[in-house]
């Protein structure tokens, strides 16, 4: 079974960066696992994904974060990241990673005007 346990959530101002981190144990290697993504929820509103990384290092972006967004990962500590740049209080959200089946607890990013 899989453990991920998110952090680096909290309070900033519009335009300011926020860093993500997804801690992994248990039986996946993130740099084995096949499908790594970062989703987001609003209140009231469906969870959406900002972020995805294939085994391969190829990396995909919805338009709505696409130059402001990056996932990025540390084999060696079976850590994936969210870099957020630009941040928007659209942005603000409950952010979650996801490694294969596996999902994070969450953590919460709110984006001040």
């Known amino acids: 079974q899989v453990q991920l346990v998110e952090s680096g959530g909290g309070l900033v101002q519009a335009g300011g960066s926020l860093t993500l981190a997804c801690a992994a144990s248990?039986?996946?290697?993130?740099?084995?696992?096949?499908?790594m993504r970062w989703f987001r929820q609003a209140p009231g509103k469906e969870r959406e994904w900002v972020a995805q990384?294939?085994?391969?290092?190829?990396?995909y972006y919805p338009d709505s974060v696409k130059g402001r967004f990056t996932i990025s990962r540390d084999n060696a500590n079976n850590r994936l990241f969210l870099q957020m740049n630009s941040l928007q209080p659209e942005d603000t959200a409950v952010y979650y990673c996801?490694?294969?089946?596996?999902w994070g607890q969450g953590t919460q990013v709110t984006v001040s005007s």
């Open positions: 248990g039986r996946t290697s993130i740099a084995s696992a096949y499908a």
């Open positions: 996801n490694v294969e089946a596996a």
């Open positions: 990384m294939l085994p391969s290092g190829s990396t």
